[in-house]
């Protein structure tokens, strides 16, 4: 099969530029979150406001702390990238470290970049472009468990949800990746493929190389987009869904969303339309498929509303529901082992 | 709204090379056959043994006739473009004939061509290759009517079965536009968008400009691209359908056929079950959808076997069942207009 995988190599150190609010930074601070141990520190120009709690490292410094790749984890407002940050990734690049970003500019164009890169013997890595030589899907069975996340709408979780389910499994000693089909998730796996990036004929078939053959016992636990209801990228919900042949799925809801955000005039699906519609379309390529758990985002509810929408939500599907981030994903790991005994 | 369709002026020659097999050809013949009104005639090079039974043109004779485009209608032996081609192309490039292909490789590639395109003020236009700034789809409700083709598989006749829906509602004076969404139909259409090459997130967004805003009684009739059932391809046929918004679909259906062509574990889908899956996925963004018609390939059937099979499937679904090529589109318009009055 061809095709691979982005991926690239640790440990990192963060790179902030001169941001002064966190807003800008949610890349940045979410890998220092979710990959402590692979990180090594944060650089930050003079002035910058946002400080993720690492070591404060400038370039030689990062290269003697052992980063291989810098991560740019924030943004510059209006998009593009200023010139004292160019200067930063140059300096690093010039000494063979890899730079890594999600930029809406290719990395290649930054003025200098490229002969830095090629002087330090560096790599430059863009998250949201797609490897060449991705395939068409073949739908053929692989070995090896998957559990995908599904979702109500567009960003409610899925990631952070997929992130908590793989590292619940981890802590129980159970053989489990995360892997990443998004740019914040690729930076925090150090691999993965930007499935909204993939050319429509080869979507199926890049989820598919994302999850490949594995131990019996062995469960990717795939990063999930979108939406099977949404009207402007249910597309890539359904290839990543048939090309993935998840034997589990979870879904993640927001209970205080009442419609698609930024499309008004799309109501939110139920979760049980979702549940059906996932089985239905996900039996294509796994017979077996089912719905292991429900997970809420609780984030802006009081305690009290907390427990009661957890408790309807469970009462309703017949399912453990639970807020991951704050409750752990362990009563829906339990229900996966239950489902599919080793 | 951004992003447009790519579109081609005419009247066009049709460009052979020397292919000696029509099998090599089939782009160029399809196009002389549904859209002769607008084709000037052919260009041959010596040794090639295909013929369109068009006028026989050199490059100037073609520039005489009329011709604005030059249409590659054959692909060469190997997938790439021999020299002698080239500067058949570079020829008429130059005099300011525009350049229409849909090769494996880009038309500026070639040697000279994108030079003999400047200086003669022609256009090279890859059919095969989305124009940039396609918008995310918005589901807005627009207006106008549309039809969309839905196949059991891939290649079971959706293309020459819109075509045929298309001259057929023409033909009765009903305002009627073909819509492609294939390198072929684009060609015979002389617009259109290759959906399969479009970045999966702008799928829903393409398919939408394609069909923009019309008249309340024009019909948009959108030619179908791959299978909800197909384990490589059905999110090509999300997209498109969702973003169409279609109010009628046609099921296209190839009755020889018992597995996807080519995914030899996937059983081809029942027409009810493709019917009910298309409702229930169409529904999202239209929910009056519904099918009209159901398209048959017979070509290869003797006469006694297809008035059985059209027989069949007419009474199983309740619904007129025709071979578009062989019967013409009539019944199945009768039934369009029947279901949407005027």
Chains 1, 2 share one sequence.
């Not at 979108?226 to 993640?252: E, I, M, R, W």
């Amino acid at each position: 099969m061809s095709g691979t995988t982005i991926e690239f190599a640790t440990p990192f150190v963060v790179f902030f530029g001169d941001i002064d609010d966190e807003s800008w930074g949610k890349t940045g601070l979410g890998l220092v979150q979710w990959r402590p141990e692979a990180c090594v520190g944060q650089l930050r120009l003079p002035g910058c406001g946002v400080d993720a709690g690492v070591p404060k490292l400038d370039v030689p410094g990062a290269k003697s702390a052992g980063a291989r790749s810098l991560i740019v984890g924030s943004a510059a407002v209006g998009g593009g990238v200023p010139d004292h940050w160019v200067a930063t990734l140059c300096e690093a690049a010039a000494i063979g470290i890899d730079i890594v970003a999600g930029l809406h500019v290719r990395l290649e164009s930054l003025p200098g970049l490229h002969e830095a890169a090629t002087r330090g013997g560096a790599r430059l890595i863009d998250v949201r472009v797609p490897p060449p030589g991705l395939p068409v899907g073949t739908g053929r069975k692989r070995s090896g468990r998957r559990l995908l996340t599904v979702g109500t709408d567009c960003a409610c979780g899925k990631k952070y949800t997929t992130l908590a389910l793989d590292r619940e499994m981890r802590a129980r000693g159970l053989k489990s990746d995360f892997r990443a089909t998004g740019q914040t998730g690729i930076m925090i796996a150090g691999r993965g493929l930007p499935l909204d990036a993939v050319v429509s004929d080869f979507l199926t078939g890049a989820a598919e190389i994302l999850s490949p053959d594995n131990e019996p016992d062995h469960w990717d636990i795939v990063e999930g987009q979108g939406s099977l209801f949404h009207p402007g990228y249910l597309q890539v919900t359904v290839g990543l869904l048939v090309g993935s042949q998840p034997d589990a799925f979870v879904v993640c809801h927001d209970p205080l969303r009442t419609e698609i955000s930024g499309w008004p005039d799309y109501p939110l699906p139920s979760i049980g339309a979702l549940i059906e519609r996932t089985t239905a379309i996900g039996s294509l390529t796994n017979t077996g498929i089912r719905c292991v758990g429900i997970a809420l985002n609780t984030s802006k509810m009081t305690a009290a509303e907390r427990s009661a929408v957890i408790d309807r939500y469970a009462r309703e599907t017949g399912l453990p529901a639970v807020d991951p981030i704050i409750d752990g994903a362990g009563p829906i790991i339990d229900r996966l082992m239950q489902e599919f005994p080793a």
